[in-house]
C-alpha cells in the first residue's frame, strides 16, 4: 500500500483512499462483531447516560506517519444500536504542505470523493463552530454533523469549474479537480452570503431537505429491521 505523497494526482490519492478504506473498514467491522466485547462496551456507555440520541464514537487506525484512518461510530439511540448496529461514518487525514488533509467518498453510488485541506477546517471553526480546536476534532465534527451534502456547478469565466455546496452547518465553495473529485476550499454561513448566492443556496438547501428526509428514513428502517447485520450508511 502506497503512502499519500505530495506528488499524487487526485486521482491517485482518490485510489489510495480506496485501498486504505477496505484494508480499515474491515478491521473495524470485526472489531464491531454484533456479539463482541466492543459493540457489549458501547451499549453499556450508551445505558449509563440513559439512552441519549446521536452519540458519536470515534475510532482511529495509523497508516502510516502522515496518514489516518478515521470511524465516527454513530448511534442515532438505543434500540437502534440494539436492534441493527450504529451508523458509521469514515475519513481519511493526510498531512503535506497544506497542513492535515482530510479525504471521504460518498454520493449515491459511492464513487464520488471529497478533499478539504486545513484551511478549510479553519474557516469551519472560526465561521460555524465560532471556537479554537484541534483540527482533528473540527473534522469529525465537520463529518458527523454535514453528513447532508448537496453541490452544483456555479461556474465563472475565471473558474469554470467552480462549485457550491450546502451542509446543515455552512455554504462550501468548492472546485472540481477531476472527475468526482471535488476539493472544498473555504466555507461560510448562510448569513454570510452575498445576494447573487442566495438563489442558488436556496435550490441546495431544497436538495438538502431531500437528503435529510431519506436519511430518516433509512433510520427508521434500520429501527425496524432487526437482521442482525451491520450496514455502512454513507451521507453526504
Known amino acids: 500500500m502506497n503512502m499519500i505523497v505530495e506528488s499524487m494526482t487526485y486521482e491517485d490519492i482518490c485510489r489510495d483512499y480506496d485501498r486504505i478504506h477496505d484494508i480499515y473498514f474491515t478491521r473495524l467491522i470485526n472489531k464491531l462483531d454484533?456479539?463482541?466485547?466492543?459493540?457489549?462496551?458501547?451499549?453499556?456507555?450508551?445505558?449509563?447516560?440513559?439512552?441519549?440520541?446521536?452519540?458519536v464514537f470515534t475510532y482511529t487506525y495509523k497508516v502510516d506517519l502522515t496518514t489516518t484512518f478515521y470511524a465516527l461510530v454513530i448511534v442515532p439511540n438505543y434500540n437502534c444500536l440494539n436492534n441493527q448496529g450504529p451508523i458509521i461514518n469514515t475519513f481519511i487525514t493526510y498531512r503535506n504542505r497544506f497542513g492535515l488533509n482530510l479525504i471521504f467518498r460518498g454520493g449515491p453510488l459511492d464513487n464520488e470523493y471529497?478533499?478539504?485541506?486545513?484551511?478549510?477546517?479553519?474557516?469551519?471553526?472560526?465561521?460555524s463552530l465560532k471556537q479554537e480546536?484541534?483540527?482533528?476534532?473540527?473534522?469529525?465534527?465537520?463529518?458527523?454533523?454535514?453528513?447532508?451534502?448537496?453541490?452544483?456547478?456555479?461556474?465563472s469565466k475565471k473558474y469554470p469549474k467552480n462549485v457550491m455546496g450546502i451542509t446543515s452547518d455552512v455554504v462550501v465553495f468548492a472546485e472540481l479537480v477531476a472527475p468526482k473529485v471535488t476539493l472544498m476550499k473555504t466555507c461560510i454561513t448562510r448569513d454570510m452570503l452575498h445576494d447573487d448566492q442566495k438563489i442558488p443556496a436556496e435550490v441546495l438547501d431544497i436538495n438538502v431537505d431531500l437528503l435529510a428526509e431519506f436519511r430518516a428514513f433509512i433510520l427508521q428502517r434500520m429501527m425496524n429491521g432487526a437482521t442482525g447485520q451491520l450496514k455502512y450508511y454513507d451521507f453526504y
Not at 136 to 149: G, H, K, L, P, R
Open 34 to 55: 454484533r456479539d463482541g466485547q466492543e459493540i457489549n462496551k458501547i451499549k453499556r456507555i450508551v445505558r449509563k447516560k440513559g439512552k441519549p440520541e446521536n452519540l
Open 114 to 127: 471529497i478533499i478539504a485541506y486545513d484551511h478549510f477546517f479553519r474557516r469551519f471553526m472560526e465561521r
Open 133 to 155: 480546536m484541534p483540527i482533528e476534532n473540527a473534522m469529525c465534527q465537520f463529518v458527523a454533523n454535514n453528513s447532508n451534502f448537496a453541490l452544483m456547478p456555479c461556474p
